[in-house]
């Protein structure tokens, strides 16, 4: 096994300089511990020795477990011990437990298993503005090395509590006043300061501090066991779906009330029942899924550079135009926002205006900061200020014929390499560059309203789109801090067009029965930010319908038609802009039930006749779950076989982070191959079978449940893709 990650030089004061190699943050494996623990054993055997500086190599100390060797160590189902025993083999014994004192000198990076090491060295001094940090639990595990034990005894219960559960660091600036940290050092003296600090303990001239022995930071039990009452019951109201938090802190309690070594015991007890578990999985998944996004095959292995972007030309102020425009200003990238007269133009730009004021109102953004940002938007009526534009996105109404002319009009314009872009969420990109002859530089760029703050981004492609578009707008996606992902051109794309069975599904519940509200509630207690009518509320019964038409002529055998929505449409209930939908809302725009959603429910229920012997269908919570979403996950099939997305990854990224499905279940895709395609199959035969096609589950699923194959196994081989 190699151990060449870890590296020891001996001073000839006597300190002996052991530096962890493993770019780029300096990661921790089997390997790096193990390397760790052959240079611990050899400087506590030498004689020469008299103390320790750990540091890592470059400008970061560590920057936590290597997630790859997790993905190892999960597959194992949490049986391989070789980590643990590693670890606190190397941490409580040779080092905390050491005759010998150890410095951590921190630069950059402490997070997770490299603030743990750096916690059981006997100090810690750290350059300045570096992040220290427990981040575990965004990875579905807890802190496994000691974390739980030693930070509340560094920094007191409440505030090691803080760092654990919401897995945000803290700078070295605010790690020494917390206690975490003994000394800030400017960088390039950081290993000499180290050095002596070192020998100044081992001479007895500073402290020699055991964190997990010491207690003046701890509060008395009764006081901890209230603190920690009082963290069970936040953790529980946020995250109800997920165990792993609560697990943290009975291990911080065991600590407490049995002692650090006991802690220890019980911490390494729950990180492998926790690293084992499906959250977990789905989280490590939803990690790498998300890096992946970025890989294209056929278009980011062509060794394309992205050229250069410095301008963005954005056609049409409205709420999208103007949201793309906000994401491209934030990030240093010049706007020229295009509309058809003054007032269209100038509502435009006090859209911009208004998205950067809020966060100066919550003091996110400076107002230097905030005049600097908005002088890189220009506003004009005239496409002649297109001429040097780098990517235009055209962000008009859904009108075909518009966005037609649109196009012929840059064509003529715009540089001879400029992408042309289109925000469409529903028109055919085809239909759309059908009038010019650049359809090679033609893609879609689809943002999530509001457009500045969702971090999803799909780039679609035609048949005829250029990769070079392809890298240039992957390369945009990044620079403007959104997650991008290339996927097929067909209605509604990837995230929408999986989706539409969601609120379908709902609106058939509805009509067997169900009530709105407890559907709402299910929903959200199964992960979602909000169930499908408080979102068909916040989205406009318009925007709705609209899209709803889109997918009925697009496939007329395998949609459900409610007429829910006409209906309360007729008495001008559109949602939360008209402050009445399914629910009502306040002048603040909070919602609440209103009893008189019930008479349009009593009139569609009777108009749709699926209802049978006018009883309101039986279903318990897990049942409505499974009518809502595994009509999604068969559309979700069709897209995977029909190749509009290039990897399930993408298509589970894209249904968190555009749709807000639970990232702790690994995205759509991973959660059915959780469930298994077999249940899924049978269940939705079993409602096809009841109230038809909607149900009828496609080819892939069903060849999956016969198999007994992931529905994330590659479909290259089975169809022609429409990539």
Known sequence: ??????????????????????????????????????????????????????????????????????????????????????????????????????????????????????????????APKAQLGLPE??????????????????VGLPKAIEMMLTSKPVSSEEAKELGLVDAIVPAKDLI????????????????????????????????????????????????????????????????????GLAGLYKESEVFRECMASDNAKALVHVFFAQRATGKVKGVTDLRLKPRSLKKVGVIGG???????????ILNGIQVVLKEVNGDFLQAGLDRVKANLMSSVKKGKMSEERFNRTFALLKGTLDYNDFKDVDIVIEAVIEKLPLKQQIFSDLEKICPSTCVLAS????????????????????????FFSPAHVMPLFEIIRTSTTAPQVLVDLLDFGKKIKKVPVVVGNCPGFAVNRTFFPYSQAA??????????????????????????????????????????????????????????????????????????????????????????????????RSLSG??????????????????????????????????????????????????????????????????????IASRLNELYRSYGNFFKPCAWLEHCAATGQPLSTSVDNMVKSRL
Request: with cysteine; proline share 5%; hydrophobic share 40%.
């Open 1 to 126: 096994m190699d151990r060449g990650h870890v590296e020891l030089d001996v001073c000839s004061d006597g300190v002996a300089i052991i530096t962890i190699h493993n770019p780029p943050v300096n990661s921790l494996s089997v390997p790096v511990f193990l390397g760790l623990r052959e240079k611990y054993e050899e400087a506590l055997k030498r004689d020469d020795v008299k103390a320790i500086v750990l540091t890592g190599a470059g400008d970061k100390f560590s920057g936590g477990f290597d997630i790859i060797s997790m993905q190892g160590f999960q597959k194992t189902n949490g049986n391989d011990s070789s980590i643990s025993f590693v670890s606190v083999d190397l941490q409580t014994n040779m080092m905390e437990g050491s005759r010998k004192p150890s410095v951590a000198a921190i630069q950059g990076l402490a997070l997770g298993g490299g603030l743990e090491l750096a916690m059981c060295c006997h100090a810690r001094l750290a």
């Open 137 to 154: 639990l965004q990875l579905g595990v807890i802190p496994g090395g000691g974390g739980t034990q030693r930070l509340p005894r560094l």
């Open 192 to 259: 000499s300061t180290a050095r002596r600090w070192a020998l100044d303990i081992a001479n007895f001239q500073k402290p020699w501090i055991v964190s997990l022995h010491k207690t003046d930071k701890l509060e008395p039990l009764g006081e901890a066991r209230e603190i920690l009452k009082f963290a069970r019951e936040q953790t529980m109201k946020r995250a109800p779906n997920l165990f792993h938090p609560l697990k943290c802190l009975d291990a911080v309690e065991e600590g407490i009330i049995s002692g």
């Open 318 to 328: 409205g709420l999208m135009g103007s949201g793309i425009a906000t994401a491209c």
């Open 423 to 446: 925000n469409t969420s529903t028109i055919d990109l085809n239909l759309i560059s059908a009038k010019i002859d650049a359809k090679p530089r033609v893609a879609g760029a689809h």
């Open 507 to 604: 609106l058939l519940l509805v009509d067997l029965g169900l009530d709105v509200y407890r559907i709402d509630r299910i929903v959200a207690s199964f992960g979602m930010p909000m169930g499908p009518f408080r979102l068909a509320d916040l989205v406009g019964f318009e925007v709705g319908v609209a899209s709803g038409m889109t997918y009925l002529e697009a496939f007329p055998d395998r949609v459900y038609k409610s007429m829910l929505f006409p209906l309360l449409m007729e008495d001008k209930r559109l949602g939360e802009k008209t402050r009445k939908g399914f629910y009502i809302y306040d002048e603040r725009r909070k919602a609440k039930p209103d009893p008189e959603v019930r008479k349009y429910l009593e009139k569609s």
């Open 610 to 679: 699926i209802m049978q012997n006018n009883k309101p269908i039986q279903l318990s919570d897990e049942q409505v779950i499974e009518v809502i979403f595994f009509p999604v996950i068969n559309e979700a099939c069709r897209v995977l076989e029909e190749g509009v997305v290039s990897k399930a990854s993408d298509l589970d990224i894209a249904s968190i982070m555009g749709m807000g499905f639970p990232p702790y279940r690994g995205g759509i895709v991973f959660w059915a191959d959780l469930i298994g395609a077999k249940h």
